[in-house]
Every structure is written in structure tokens, then in C-alpha cells.
């Protein structure tokens, strides 16, 4: 049995950092294990220029721990006011690595997204131009669509549309949770990856909803049946470049989680890495966790690897706090109902 592995320092390519209080709690979990992260824009207000990205990299560079090895990927969130010149300009000068399409409604603080995608053509045919990469949540809003088809009904209504109206432009279908997903990426070779999170390759729906309401397993897009987690685990463990590791760890107090109406977002910046190995070692390809957590991204963000690297070792069942306490207030952190063995030296 393998008991030690030593791969280059992963990179988190879809990050929920938020601000003040909150991102000086939680940014050292990511920071221990992570090179990089590109960190989402859907604060209130949302990121939206060019100044706001630099303004919100200062703030993270700052709550940074000493010593820490960690460079914050900043992304735009996309509005139908957003300028094609400010996009390119941040892109081109390097304060800016991709752009983030929210549907209007789709998720949490996404109501300044788009509704009328003819209003972000031009922005859209730039990055096309430029090469910048587009973050896309890809979920239809429209209250007729069962939750659980969202994903799939946007993929034929929204995204293949796009693509095809764009050609060029560079696409990540971010925390894919179908098979349906899955396939749409497989079947398109060109210009297009997909994030996939760590909590959708360990629950299903029944997670959520069988046996009591689990709200710290609530995310969106929501968790689907069994099948579609197997599909993401077989395409996780491929090997296949364009599938790489977005946590999508998104924190909320368990104050706003606990609710009546509780938010989505599933923290697990603290454990990921372990959940991982214990999930590629499950599945016998312990030999390809490198290449979903510190390369494939790299590669399709036209990064060279991180130099560094990283050990875990096999050991005892791991012993982690439940919660994480913020200056915000106190955050769950993701359980993924097995015990850890795979310790991050
Ligand atoms: O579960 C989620 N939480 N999904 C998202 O898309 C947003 C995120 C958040 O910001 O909390
Ligand atoms: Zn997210």
C-alpha cells in the first residue's frame, strides 16, 4: 500500500474568498495547501472592473499569513454594462485571469449577472480575441426548470448557443454535477474544461435530504443522484486534462446556513486534499491525483505548474475541527462521511 505521495503544490481553480472578517478567517486553509486559487468575484457589491480586482487582490495579499505561498487569481464578474476595453486591459497587464458568467438569479449575490446575453457580445468576441478564459455557472434561472435539470437544460439552451456563437472563447463549465456535464465536455474537444468540486464526488442528493435536512450539504448547483457522482468521479480520476479541481469552497456562518432559508455553499478548504487522496486511492488511481489537482488546471490557464510540492502521508484517521471559527462567526466544515487517512505534511 502506497503510504506517502509527493505532488506539485495543487492550485484551486474556483475559490469563494469573500471579505473583511470572513477571508482573514478562512484564506489560511487555502493558503496551507494551495498555490493558487482563482478566486470568484460575487462579493456585494460584486468585482466588476478592473479597479475593483486590484483593490480586492490588496485586501487578500494582506490577510495572506506570514510566509505563505499563495498568489490570489482575480476574476470580473460579468455584468451587461462590463467594458470589452477594461476586460482586455486587466487580462493583458496580468491583475485579471478570467471573467465570470453568473446567470441574473442563478446563486448567491448573483443578481447583477446576465439576463440578456446579446448585451455581452462584445465583451464575449474581445476575450475570444485575447484568449481570456470564461468562468461560466451553468444553470438556467427559469422558475419552469426543475433544480435537478438546470445544469443539463443549460448546456442546450445557454452554453452550446454561446460557444457557437463565439468561436474561440475559452470556456470552464465551473463545479460540473451531471453526467450530462461530464459528456458535453468529453464530446468538445476544443476550448473548453471543467471544474469539478470536491464535495460533488463524495455526496449525492440523498446526502441532503434523506434522513433529516443536512443544510451544510446544501450547494449549488445542488448535488444530483448517484449516478451522476459516479460519472464525476470517472472523469475526476481520468486523467483527462480538461477536467481539473475547482473546491468551489464557499463559506457562510451556520447562523446563515442554519435558517430557515439557508444559504448554498459547502466549505471544505480545511480537508479537501485528504478527501481527495481518500477518494483516488478508493478508486485506485492514486497515480492521477497530481494531474487533477496541480496540473490540468495550470495547463489550461497557460500556467507553468507551481514549483513546489507537496507531501501526504497515510497515517491514523485524521483528527479536524468541525468548525472553523471566524472573526464572522463560526463556519462547518464539509464532513465527507468517511474517515481521513491522508495527512498534508
Ligand atoms: O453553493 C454555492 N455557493 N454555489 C455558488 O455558486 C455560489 C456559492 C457562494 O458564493 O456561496
Ligand atoms: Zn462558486
Redesign the pocket.
Known amino acids: 500500500m502506497i503510504r506517502t505521495l509527493t505532488i506539485r503544490r495543487p492550485d484551486d481553480w474556483h475559490l ?1 474568498l469573500r471579505d473583511g472578517a470572513m477571508l482573514r478567517g478562512v484564506l489560511p486553509e487555502t493558503a496551507r495547501h494551495f498555490g493558487r486559487a482563482i478566486v ?1 468575484p ?1 462579493l456585494v457589491p460584486p468585482v466588476v472592473t478592473a479597479a475593483d480586482a486590484v483593490a480586492y487582490r490588496d485586501r487578500i495579499l494582506a490577510a495572506l499569513p506570514e510566509g505563505a505561498d499563495f498568489t490570489p487569481l482575480m476574476t470580473l464578474y460579468l455584468t451587461e454594462q462590463t467594458d470589452p476595453e477594461d476586460v482586455a486591459a486587466a487580462y493583458q497587464d496580468g491583475s485579471v485571469a478570467a471573467v465570470k458568467l453568473y446567470p441574473a438569479g ?4 448573483s443578481a447583477s449577472g446576465v439576463r440578456d446575453f446579446d448585451k455581452v457580445r462584445g465583451v464575449l468576441d474581445r476575450m475570444a480575441e485575447i484568449g481570456m478564459p470564461l468562468c461560466v ?1 451553468g444553470e438556467v434561472t427559469d422558475p419552469e426548470v426543475d433544480i435537478f435539470d438546470r445544469e443539463a437544460v443549460f448546456i442546450d439552451r445557454v452554453l452550446d448557443p454561446l460557444r457557437r456563437a463565439t468561436p474561440g472563447l475559452r470556456v470552464v463549465m465551473e ?1 460540473i454535477t451531471t453526467s450530462d456535464g461530464v459528456a458535453y465536455v468529453a464530446d468538445h474537444h476544443k476550448d473548453i474544461g471543467a471544474t469539478i468540486t470536491t464535495h460533488h464526488l463524495i455526496i449525492n442528493r440523498n446526502h441532503i435530504l434523506a434522513g433529516g435536512i443536512r443544510p451544510h450539504y446544501y ?3 445542488v448535488a444530483k443522484r448517484e449516478k451522476h457522482r459516479i460519472a464525476l468521479v470517472e472523469a475526476a480520476t481520468s486523467g483527462d486534462r480538461r477536467f481539473f479541481l475547482g473546491t ?1 469552497s ?1 463559506p ?1 456562518t451556520d447562523a446563515a446556513k442554519q435558517g430557515a432559508c439557508g ?4 466549505f471544505s478548504a480545511p480537508n479537501t486534499l485528504s478527501c481527495l487522496a481518500e477518494l483516488f486511492e478508493a478508486a485506485d488511481r492514486l497515480d492521477r491525483l497530481e494531474r487533477f489537482t496541480s496540473l490540468n488546471g495550470a495547463e489550461f490557464y497557460g500556467l507553468k505548474p507551481n514549483a513546489a510540492t507537496i507531501t501526504l502521508t497515510r497515517g491514523d484517521p485524521m483528527d479536524y475541527p468541525e468548525t472553523l471559527d471566524t472573526g464572522a462567526g463560526p463556519v462547518t466544515v464539509f464532513d465527507p462521511g468517511f474517515p481521513l487517512h491522508w495527512h498534508v505534511a
Do not use: E, K, S, Y
Not at 106 to 109: K, R, S
Open positions: 469563494h470568484m460575487n442563478a446563486t448567491t449575490n455557472h463545479h450547494c449549488l448547483p468551489d464557499a457562510h444559504c448554498a455553499g459547502i
